[in-house]
Each structure stands twice: as C-alpha cells, then as structure tokens.
C-alpha cells in the first residue's frame, strides 16, 4: 500500500508520514522542502502543489493520499490572501484531480474546527471552500475521502506558531510568558502523536466520506496550562495577560450552527497533557542549553515531579 503525505516536511504532516510508515505503507512525502525528519525507508518529493504535472505524476500509483499543504496559519493566511487561495483552494483542487485521475482509494484532507466558526478570517473561508470541493468530487467522481478536523495540537517538531511551544520558549528564553486574552479561554489539546495515530486509523472503512474531528478528551483553560508550565520551571517565570489584539480566535468553543457534523474520534491510550509539556520543556531545554555529559539533573527532577 503507497500513502503520498502533501505537505509531510511540517509539523503534523511529518507525525502522520512516521504513523503511516509504522502501519506498513511505502510512504512518500511532498513538500517544498525537504524534511528534517525524513526516515531511510520513506521517499522525499521536492515539490510545489501548483506544479500540475509533478503532482500527478507523484499521485500515479498511490491508494492514499493527505493533504496537510498550503497555508496553515491563521493570521498568515489574513496577510496573504491570494496566497491563502493559491495554494489552499487551488492547490487543493489540483490535488484532487491527481487522486481522480489515478482512481486513489481515500483522499484524506486537514480541515480546521474552524470551519464551524465565525471566527477563522480567510483562513476559514478556504477550508470550507476545500471541504465543498472534496464533497463534489465524491458526487461527481466517487472519490472517497476523510475530512479530518484536528483540535490545539502540541508537541515535537513544533515551532513558535504553536501556541504551547511558544509559551515554553518564552518561558526559558525570558523567563517570562506573555499571552493575549485573560486566559480564560477554553481548548481541547491533543499532543501529535496521539493525532497522528488518529489520522490513520480513519482509514478504516467506517471512516470513508465523513468529517472526523480528532482532539483532547477535555478542556482546559489556556491559563492553567501557563500555569502548569510555571509550577514545572518551579515558580520561577513570570505570566503577563495582555489585551487582545485581533478577534480571529476563538474563547470557549469554536462552533457554531452548520449542517455537516463531524464524527469524534477518541483513542484508545493517550498522552497526558501534563507529561506531553514537560517532555517539550525538557526537550527545548536541552536544546537551547546543552548539558554536559553525564547532568541528568533535569530529567531526574522531571521524573520527581
């Protein structure tokens, strides 16, 4: 079975090219650039999603096809919106024409919770553009798909457009954490590993043409993970709460009146959230400070905590 991963150089899409390998899939990667994490046993496609010819000839021969390309963040998408259309409508669209053409099994595409929003900005608007496409194409040509809906993703290989990779980075970096809102708001967040592992098990036939939202099994106020963090750096980083300076975000739920549901999908096992963080404090850590050989200091206190 051959699995192509669009956009498998970044930060979900890499976690869901391991997980695919894991389950036995000769796994191809796509990207404009090449992946740092790039296994022997996997195939790298340096590539742009415009490119027609070279996304069809990649697709040629694949059973399962995810797209995890285009423009991913929020207000990026806002500051580039011929871009955002570009390459999230358009190259989405050329995509899905590769997998029609090459009679492709399952079409798997990253679509936001913000497709339920009001919130979301242009961001939202080429997501929802996306999820109409991908239906018609299954109208129109019997394309299966999954249309997956992830909820606050953490964990390695992030960088500071993640919200908890930020909050730690700020933390070590200036010993203080700096947020815009009061804190209140509520997320759902689900380390990627747990995500990735998700994201192939909708593969299973129960899962062809249906929305399937993958997120935490509970939500926690964004203060109190500053706060978890803080507790782990002993008390000793500073939290400011700052007034907001855009409206594209959510406060307590993302969701609002729409006539597609999606399906939850819950995992068996699970990483904790307070263990996921303190493994990435760990791991920035020892990142930005290498320790000599043989200090173990912290990872002895993490176990102790």
Not at 71 to 97: H, Q, W
Not at 100 to 128: L, N, P
Not at 187 to 205: F, K, P, Q, T
């Amino acid at each position: 079975m051959k699995a192509i991963v669009f956009g498998g150089s970044g930060f979900l899409g890499s976690h869901v090219a391991d997980a695919l390998t894991d389950a036995g899939y000769e796994t191809v990667i796509f990207d404009i650039k090449n992946s740092p994490w790039l296994r022997p046993s996997q195939w790298m496609v340096i590539g742009d999603i415009l490119d027609e010819s070279q996304v069809n000839s990649t697709v040629e021969g694949a059973d399962v096809v995810y797209n995890f390309a285009g423009i991913a963040d929020i207000d990026d998408a806002s500051l580039r919106p011929i871009e955002s259309v570009k390459y999230n409508i358009l190259g989405n669209t050329i995509i899905l024409e590769a997998c029609r053409m090459a009679q492709v099994r399952r079409y798997v595409f990253a679509s936001s919770i913000y497709v339920y929003s009001k919130e979301g900005s242009i961001y939202r608007s080429t997501k929802q553009s996306c999820e109409l496409l991908i239906e018609n194409y299954q109208d129109l040509c019997g394309l299966s798909y999954t249309i997956l809906r992830y909820g606050s993703l953490y964990g390695p290989r992030a960088d500071d457009r993640n919200a908890i990779h930020s909050f730690i980075n700020q933390a070590l970096m200036n010993g203080k954490i700096q947020r815009y809102g009061d804190g209140d708001e509520l997320r759902e967040y689900i380390h990627v590993h747990d995500a990735a592992r998700g994201s192939v098990d909708i593969l299973d036939d129960e899962f062809a043409n249906q929305h399937v939202i993958i997120t935490g099994y509970q939500q926690m106020r964004v203060r109190d993970v500053l706060f978890m963090i803080r507790e782990m750096m002993e008390q000793k980083i500073e939290i400011e709460f700052l007034p907001p300076n855009e409206n594209y975000h959510y406060e307590i739920t993302p969701y609002s009146f729409a006539p597609r549901i999606g399906r939850r999908l819950t995992c068996r096992s699970y990483l904790d959230l307070g263990q996921g963080i303190l493994d990435m404090v760990y791991t920035l850590y020892t990142e930005k400070t290498p320790m000599p050989t043989g200090d173990r200091s912290m990872t002895e206190n993490s176990h102790a905590i």
